[in-house]
């Protein structure tokens, strides 16, 4: 079945410091992929997403490109803020978009 | 827009009592989906509605789970009898469902759930 795989939190970097969250996957078809960021006490909030290979997915300075040869999605921002601090989830829709398959989610800290 | 409203934000309950999760999509998205937020499981998907009608119910842990969609603004998570595995947060989400394809989720801010 499809499957999402993160690298492990939790991440700590300074403030300004480039942030990279790896992310690959497993399915069958052409999914679409999808970043999700949640605040603590929050609901998850779809952060940026890519619908077809070597689309760029970007928002709030944060960019990921869908890579098929490499079924990798990784996020990148080049100067995070303490604001940032959150967990991230990548996640991929099937075909049909009907099901959300997330990734175990990494948890990001900004510090000053 | 309000975003998706779920009810209650937090629950504390005892082993054994019945619990009742609700949630308001946005109006006007015809796809509902509730998840379940462990430490150990992550995000699993649970159940998904299109046009108020079960479509995928195979995330449903146990027949003590069960959910309904009477109406396109109103869905309801229900647990009997509760055990304290079942503490989690529960997340309701919807989106719309066009000939295209599915739009993008909108997830609600959450029930955080406490059997004891």
């Known amino acids: 079945g499809d499957s999402v795989t993160q690298m492990e939190g939790p991440v700590t970097l300074s403030e300004e410091a480039f942030l990279t969250i790896n992310c690959t996957y497993t399915a069958t078809g052409y999914p679409s992929l999808f970043w999700y960021v949640q605040y603590p006490g929050e609901g998850l909030q779809l952060l940026l997403k890519a619908t077809k290979a070597d689309d760029k997915g970007s928002n709030k300075g944060f960019e990921a490109t869908y890579r098929k040869e490499t079924t990798s999605f990784h996020l990148e921002k080049g100067s995070v803020q303490v604001s940032d601090s959150a967990v991230y989830f990548c996640?991929?829709?099937?075909?049909?978009?009907?099901?959300?398959?997330f990734g175990t989610g990494t948890q990001l800290k900004v510090e000053l | 827009d309000a975003g998706v409203i779920q009810s209650p934000r937090h629950e504390v309950t005892e082993m054994g009592q019945e619990v009742t999760l609700r949630c308001k999509p946005i109006s006007g998205h015809n796809s509902l989906f509730w998840y379940r937020q462990t430490m150990m499981r992550g995000l699993e998907l649970l159940i998904y509605f299109n046009n108020n009608v079960p479509i995928d119910d195979s995330g449903m842990p146990e027949d003590r789970f069960s959910a309904k969609m009477p109406n396109a603004s109103f869905s309801t998570l229900k647990i009997q009898p509760s055990e304290p595995r079942d503490s989690a947060v529960y997340f309701c989400?919807?989106?719309?469902?066009?000939?295209?394809?599915?739009?993008?989720?909108?997830f609600g801010p959450g029930t955080r759930l406490l059997v004891l």
């Open positions: 989400a919807s989106s719309r469902r066009t000939s295209g394809g599915q739009e993008t989720q909108y």
């Open positions: 996640a991929l829709s099937d075909g049909g978009g009907n099901k959300l398959t």
